[in-house]
Protein backbone atom coordinates (compact mmCIF):
# COMPACT_ATOMS: atom_id res chain seq x y z
CA UNK A 1 0.00 0.00 0.00
CA UNK A 2 1.39 3.39 -0.83
CA UNK A 3 0.24 6.31 0.38
CA UNK A 4 -2.02 8.46 -1.79
CA UNK A 5 -1.93 12.18 -0.65
CA UNK A 6 1.44 14.46 -0.61
CA UNK A 7 1.75 14.99 2.87
CA UNK A 8 1.87 10.96 3.38
CA UNK A 9 3.83 10.56 -0.14
CA UNK A 10 6.60 12.54 1.53
CA UNK A 11 5.99 10.78 5.10
CA UNK A 12 6.23 7.72 3.32
CA UNK A 13 9.98 7.92 2.30
CA UNK A 14 10.72 8.44 5.98
CA UNK A 15 8.72 5.31 6.84
CA UNK A 16 11.71 3.81 9.34
CA UNK A 17 11.09 7.06 11.35
CA UNK A 18 7.56 6.40 12.24
CA UNK A 19 6.76 2.29 12.67
CA UNK A 20 4.03 3.98 15.20
CA UNK A 21 2.92 6.77 15.14
CA UNK A 22 0.39 9.24 16.45
CA UNK A 23 -1.10 11.42 13.32
CA UNK A 24 -2.43 14.60 15.01
CA UNK A 25 -4.89 16.22 12.26
CA UNK A 26 -4.15 13.94 9.36
CA UNK A 27 -6.01 13.78 6.04
CA UNK A 28 -7.65 11.01 5.09
CA UNK A 29 -4.84 8.67 3.42
CA UNK A 30 -4.88 4.07 3.54
CA UNK A 31 -0.89 4.34 3.94
CA UNK A 32 -1.69 7.08 7.36
CA UNK A 33 -4.60 5.02 8.36
CA UNK A 34 -2.83 1.50 8.16
CA UNK A 35 0.40 3.05 9.69
CA UNK A 36 -1.00 4.48 12.39
CA UNK A 37 -1.35 4.17 16.59
CA UNK A 38 -3.59 6.80 16.91
CA UNK A 39 -5.28 9.36 15.44
CA UNK A 40 -6.35 12.95 16.78
CA UNK A 41 -8.80 15.02 14.44
CA UNK A 42 -11.78 17.39 14.87
CA UNK A 43 -12.83 15.81 11.13
CA UNK A 44 -15.96 13.63 12.30
CA UNK A 45 -15.21 11.36 8.89
CA UNK A 46 -11.47 11.47 9.47
CA UNK A 47 -11.84 9.89 13.09
CA UNK A 48 -14.99 7.41 11.62
CA UNK A 49 -12.78 6.16 9.33
CA UNK A 50 -9.46 5.26 11.43
CA UNK A 51 -12.09 3.96 14.26
CA UNK A 52 -13.21 1.46 11.34
CA UNK A 53 -9.95 0.05 10.90
CA UNK A 54 -9.84 -0.48 14.52
CA UNK A 55 -7.10 2.72 15.33
CA UNK A 56 -7.99 4.97 18.46
CA UNK A 57 -9.35 8.17 17.47
CA UNK A 58 -9.76 11.24 19.65
CA UNK A 59 -11.02 14.30 19.51
CA UNK A 60 -8.95 17.72 21.04
CA UNK A 61 -11.68 17.89 23.13
CA UNK A 62 -11.13 14.34 24.92
CA UNK A 63 -8.99 13.64 27.58
CA UNK A 64 -5.49 12.73 26.15
CA UNK A 65 -3.12 9.85 27.79
CA UNK A 66 0.30 10.77 25.86
CA UNK A 67 3.12 8.14 25.18
CA UNK A 68 6.50 10.01 25.61
CA UNK A 69 7.58 7.05 23.25
CA UNK A 70 4.97 7.43 20.45
CA UNK A 71 5.76 9.46 17.20
CA UNK A 72 3.59 12.88 17.15
CA UNK A 73 3.23 14.46 13.51
CA UNK A 74 1.41 17.46 13.23
CA UNK A 75 -0.30 17.75 9.76
CA UNK A 76 -0.66 21.84 9.32
CA UNK A 77 -3.79 22.70 8.20
CA UNK A 78 -4.17 25.74 5.38
CA UNK A 79 -5.43 28.00 7.74
CA UNK A 80 -2.57 29.90 9.96
CA UNK A 81 -5.02 30.57 13.13
CA UNK A 82 -6.09 26.59 13.40
CA UNK A 83 -2.68 25.69 12.41
CA UNK A 84 -0.86 27.99 15.20
CA UNK A 85 -3.42 26.21 17.66
CA UNK A 86 -2.64 23.21 16.96
CA UNK A 87 0.61 23.79 17.57
CA UNK A 88 -0.04 25.15 20.77
CA UNK A 89 -2.30 22.76 21.95
CA UNK A 90 0.39 19.87 21.08
CA UNK A 91 3.19 21.42 22.99
CA UNK A 92 0.54 21.85 26.04
CA UNK A 93 -0.16 17.72 25.73
CA UNK A 94 3.54 16.73 25.57
CA UNK A 95 6.19 16.83 28.21
CA UNK A 96 9.00 19.03 27.97
CA UNK A 97 11.64 17.88 25.10
CA UNK A 98 9.12 15.38 23.71
CA UNK A 99 10.32 15.11 19.84
CA UNK A 100 7.48 15.83 17.20
CA UNK A 101 6.90 16.30 13.28
CA UNK A 102 4.98 19.37 11.65
CA UNK A 103 4.21 18.15 7.90
CA UNK A 104 2.91 20.09 4.98
CA UNK A 105 1.84 21.57 1.81
CA UNK A 106 4.03 24.76 1.16
CA UNK A 107 0.83 26.17 -0.74
CA UNK A 108 -1.05 25.90 2.92
CA UNK A 109 1.75 27.86 4.57
CA UNK A 110 4.16 24.73 6.08
CA UNK A 111 6.76 27.44 5.43
CA UNK A 112 5.85 29.59 8.04
CA UNK A 113 6.02 26.68 10.40
CA UNK A 114 10.38 27.42 11.70
CA UNK A 115 9.02 31.38 12.38
CA UNK A 116 6.31 30.30 14.90
CA UNK A 117 8.58 27.48 15.96
CA UNK A 118 11.43 30.45 17.15
CA UNK A 119 8.83 32.55 18.39
CA UNK A 120 7.77 30.10 21.21
CA UNK A 121 11.33 29.32 21.72
CA UNK A 122 11.77 26.38 19.95
CA UNK A 123 14.46 24.91 17.19
CA UNK A 124 13.47 23.30 14.29
CA UNK A 125 15.27 21.28 11.35
CA UNK A 126 14.12 20.72 8.19
CA UNK A 127 14.43 16.90 7.05
CA UNK A 128 12.63 16.76 4.10
CA UNK A 129 11.06 18.45 1.37
CA UNK A 130 9.23 16.93 -1.43
CA UNK A 131 5.91 16.97 -3.40
CA UNK A 132 5.84 20.51 -2.93
CA UNK A 133 5.50 19.60 0.80
CA UNK A 134 8.16 20.32 3.57
CA UNK A 135 8.86 17.95 6.95
CA UNK A 136 10.61 19.66 10.27
CA UNK A 137 11.29 18.48 13.05
CA UNK A 138 11.07 19.83 16.53
CA UNK A 139 10.83 19.40 20.57
CA UNK A 140 8.04 20.73 22.47
CA UNK A 141 9.44 23.36 24.84
CA UNK A 142 10.57 23.33 28.52
CA UNK A 143 8.16 25.52 29.25
CA UNK A 144 4.45 24.79 27.47
CA UNK A 145 2.41 27.96 26.24
CA UNK A 146 -0.21 29.09 28.03
CA UNK A 147 -3.97 27.92 27.53
CA UNK A 148 -4.71 30.95 25.31
CA UNK A 149 -8.74 31.04 24.48
CA UNK A 150 -8.78 31.06 21.31
CA UNK A 151 -13.19 31.07 21.27
CA UNK A 152 -14.33 34.44 20.13
CA UNK A 153 -17.65 35.98 20.51
CA UNK A 154 -19.03 38.56 18.13
CA UNK A 155 -23.10 39.29 17.64
CA UNK A 156 -24.97 38.99 14.38
CA UNK A 157 -28.92 38.63 13.41
CA UNK A 158 -29.38 39.84 16.74
CA UNK A 159 -27.97 37.21 18.44
CA UNK A 160 -24.32 36.14 20.45
CA UNK A 161 -22.54 33.70 18.43
CA UNK A 162 -19.54 31.66 19.61
CA UNK A 163 -16.80 30.42 17.20
CA UNK A 164 -13.13 29.21 17.00
CA UNK A 165 -10.56 28.91 14.90
CA UNK A 166 -11.22 26.06 11.83
CA UNK A 167 -15.06 27.03 12.30
CA UNK A 168 -16.29 28.06 8.91
CA UNK A 169 -16.53 31.79 8.79
CA UNK A 170 -15.07 31.62 11.28
CA UNK A 171 -15.80 35.40 13.46
CA UNK A 172 -18.02 36.91 10.89
CA UNK A 173 -20.86 36.29 9.33
CA UNK A 174 -20.53 35.25 5.22
CA UNK A 175 -22.43 36.55 2.35
CA UNK A 176 -24.31 32.99 1.84
CA UNK A 177 -25.37 32.51 5.09
CA UNK A 178 -26.90 35.76 5.15
CA UNK A 179 -28.63 35.72 1.60
CA UNK A 180 -30.20 32.52 3.20
CA UNK A 181 -31.15 34.48 6.31
CA UNK A 182 -33.00 36.78 4.07
CA UNK A 183 -35.32 34.90 2.29
CA UNK A 184 -35.96 33.08 5.35
CA UNK A 185 -39.59 34.72 5.65
CA UNK A 186 -40.14 32.31 1.88
CA UNK A 187 -39.11 29.07 3.46
CA UNK A 188 -39.57 30.03 7.35
CA UNK A 189 -40.92 26.69 9.20
CA UNK A 190 -43.76 26.75 11.36
CA UNK A 191 -43.41 26.64 15.64
CA UNK A 192 -42.58 23.27 16.61
CA UNK A 193 -41.22 22.11 13.20
CA UNK A 194 -38.03 19.98 13.29
CA UNK A 195 -35.52 21.06 11.85
CA UNK A 196 -32.44 19.60 11.04
CA UNK A 197 -29.16 21.94 10.54
CA UNK A 198 -26.57 20.52 8.20
CA UNK A 199 -23.09 21.84 8.88
CA UNK A 200 -24.07 24.01 11.47
CA UNK A 201 -20.81 26.10 11.72
CA UNK A 202 -20.88 29.06 14.83
CA UNK A 203 -24.91 27.86 14.82
CA UNK A 204 -26.50 31.26 13.54
CA UNK A 205 -29.29 29.13 11.65
CA UNK A 206 -29.80 26.85 14.70
CA UNK A 207 -30.22 29.53 16.61
CA UNK A 208 -32.42 31.86 14.74
CA UNK A 209 -34.58 28.69 14.11
CA UNK A 210 -34.86 27.85 17.79
CA UNK A 211 -35.62 31.22 18.87
CA UNK A 212 -38.75 30.69 16.65
CA UNK A 213 -39.61 28.12 18.58
CA UNK A 214 -38.69 25.20 16.22
CA UNK A 215 -37.20 21.82 17.22
CA UNK A 216 -33.49 22.00 16.82
CA UNK A 217 -30.86 19.30 15.69
CA UNK A 218 -27.78 20.98 14.46
CA UNK A 219 -25.07 18.69 12.83
CA UNK A 220 -21.25 19.28 11.73
CA UNK A 221 -18.39 16.43 11.02
CA UNK A 222 -16.43 19.64 12.88
CA UNK A 223 -15.85 19.23 16.15
CA UNK A 224 -15.34 22.80 16.72
CA UNK A 225 -18.29 23.89 14.63
CA UNK A 226 -20.30 21.32 16.99
CA UNK A 227 -18.85 22.88 20.02
CA UNK A 228 -19.06 26.47 18.69
CA UNK A 229 -23.14 25.82 18.10
CA UNK A 230 -23.57 24.68 21.42
CA UNK A 231 -21.94 27.33 23.23
CA UNK A 232 -23.68 29.86 20.39
CA UNK A 233 -27.22 28.04 21.70
CA UNK A 234 -26.37 28.29 25.60
CA UNK A 235 -25.13 31.91 25.05
CA UNK A 236 -28.55 32.82 23.95
CA UNK A 237 -30.66 30.74 26.18
CA UNK A 238 -31.64 28.49 23.75
CA UNK A 239 -32.44 24.42 22.92
CA UNK A 240 -31.30 22.32 20.41
CA UNK A 241 -29.48 18.71 20.02
CA UNK A 242 -26.04 19.23 18.70
CA UNK A 243 -24.29 16.17 17.41
CA UNK A 244 -20.76 15.43 15.36
CA UNK A 245 -22.05 13.34 12.24
CA UNK A 246 -20.55 12.78 9.10
CA UNK A 247 -23.42 14.01 6.67
CA UNK A 248 -26.33 12.56 8.12
CA UNK A 249 -24.10 9.02 9.60
CA UNK A 250 -25.44 9.93 13.14
CA UNK A 251 -29.39 10.46 12.52
CA UNK A 252 -29.69 6.89 11.68
CA UNK A 253 -33.80 7.31 11.34
CA UNK A 254 -34.66 10.66 12.58
CA UNK A 255 -36.60 12.73 10.10
CA UNK A 256 -37.76 16.63 9.83
CA UNK A 257 -39.93 18.69 8.64
CA UNK A 258 -36.86 21.22 7.09
CA UNK A 259 -33.56 20.87 6.61
CA UNK A 260 -31.57 23.75 6.31
CA UNK A 261 -27.80 24.10 4.95
CA UNK A 262 -25.02 26.17 3.42
CA UNK A 263 -22.74 22.97 2.42
CA UNK A 264 -18.96 22.98 1.87
CA UNK A 265 -17.41 22.47 -1.07
CA UNK A 266 -14.13 22.79 0.49
CA UNK A 267 -11.41 20.13 1.67
CA UNK A 268 -8.60 21.88 2.73
CA UNK A 269 -7.48 23.16 -0.84
CA UNK A 270 -9.43 20.94 -2.68
CA UNK A 271 -12.75 21.07 -4.24
CA UNK A 272 -14.70 18.62 -3.17
CA UNK A 273 -18.82 18.12 -3.53
CA UNK A 274 -19.09 14.77 -2.64
CA UNK A 275 -20.75 16.00 1.32
CA UNK A 276 -22.74 18.72 -0.35
CA UNK A 277 -24.16 16.00 -2.95
CA UNK A 278 -24.57 13.25 -0.38
CA UNK A 279 -26.48 15.99 1.58
CA UNK A 280 -28.86 16.50 -1.62
CA UNK A 281 -29.45 12.77 -2.77
CA UNK A 282 -30.13 11.38 0.48
CA UNK A 283 -32.66 14.24 2.05
CA UNK A 284 -35.73 12.62 0.81
CA UNK A 285 -34.99 9.47 3.21
CA UNK A 286 -35.08 11.90 6.46
CA UNK A 287 -37.57 14.38 5.30
CA UNK A 288 -41.66 13.64 6.62
CA UNK A 289 -43.93 14.03 3.76
CA UNK A 290 -43.90 17.24 2.15
CA UNK A 291 -40.85 18.48 4.15
CA UNK A 292 -38.15 20.78 2.38
CA UNK A 293 -34.60 20.89 1.67
CA UNK A 294 -32.96 24.73 1.54
CA UNK A 295 -29.68 25.35 1.22
CA UNK A 296 -27.19 28.56 -0.16
CA UNK A 297 -24.63 27.70 -2.64
CA UNK A 298 -22.17 29.75 -4.65
CA UNK A 299 -23.80 30.22 -8.12
CA UNK A 300 -21.35 28.52 -9.91
CA UNK A 301 -21.95 24.87 -8.32
CA UNK A 302 -23.77 22.02 -10.19
CA UNK A 303 -26.45 21.71 -7.47
CA UNK A 304 -29.47 22.55 -9.68
CA UNK A 305 -28.62 18.60 -11.52
CA UNK A 306 -28.35 16.84 -8.19
CA UNK A 307 -31.63 18.85 -6.96
CA UNK A 308 -33.49 17.83 -10.12
CA UNK A 309 -32.26 14.18 -10.11
CA UNK A 310 -33.16 13.81 -6.71
CA UNK A 311 -36.68 15.56 -5.81
CA UNK A 312 -37.75 15.74 -9.50
CA UNK A 313 -37.94 19.83 -9.14
CA UNK A 314 -36.71 22.73 -7.11
CA UNK A 315 -37.40 26.85 -7.21
CA UNK A 316 -34.44 29.44 -6.68
CA UNK A 317 -35.75 31.56 -3.73
CA UNK A 318 -32.86 34.22 -4.41
CA UNK A 319 -29.97 34.64 -6.60
CA UNK A 320 -27.10 37.66 -6.26
CA UNK A 321 -24.88 36.28 -8.98
CA UNK A 322 -22.51 35.12 -6.53
CA UNK A 323 -24.80 33.06 -4.55
CA UNK A 324 -28.28 31.39 -4.66
CA UNK A 325 -30.45 29.58 -2.22
CA UNK A 326 -32.91 26.75 -3.57
CA UNK A 327 -36.20 25.00 -2.31
CA UNK A 328 -36.82 21.39 -2.91
CA UNK A 329 -40.15 19.35 -1.14
CA UNK A 330 -39.73 15.71 -0.53
CA UNK A 331 -42.87 14.93 -2.62
CA UNK A 332 -41.57 17.01 -5.52
CA UNK A 333 -43.93 20.14 -5.18
CA UNK A 334 -42.49 23.64 -6.03
Excluded at 69 to 81: E, S
Excluded at 106 to 120: C, D, F, H, S, T
Excluded at 140 to 162: M, Y
Aim: aromatic fraction near 8%; proline fraction near 7%.
Amino acid sequence: MQAQTPVGQLLERHAEAYPSPCWVAPPVDAWLQARAKAVISADHAVLNSFRAAGKSGLTPFDSLAVDEAGQWVLFWPKALQLGQWWLEWLCRQLPPGTPFTVVGENQGGIKRVPKLLEAMGMESEKIDSARRCSLFVTRSPQTGPQAADEWIRFSANGLVLESHPGVFGHGKLDEGTQLLLDTLPRWQPTQRSRVLDMGCGDGILAATLARQGCGITAVDVNHFAVEATRRTLAANGLQGDVLASDVYSALHERRFDTIVSNPPFHQERSIDYGPAARLIRQAPQYLSRGGRLVIVANAFLPYPQVLEETFGGFETLADNRRFRVYQAFADGAV
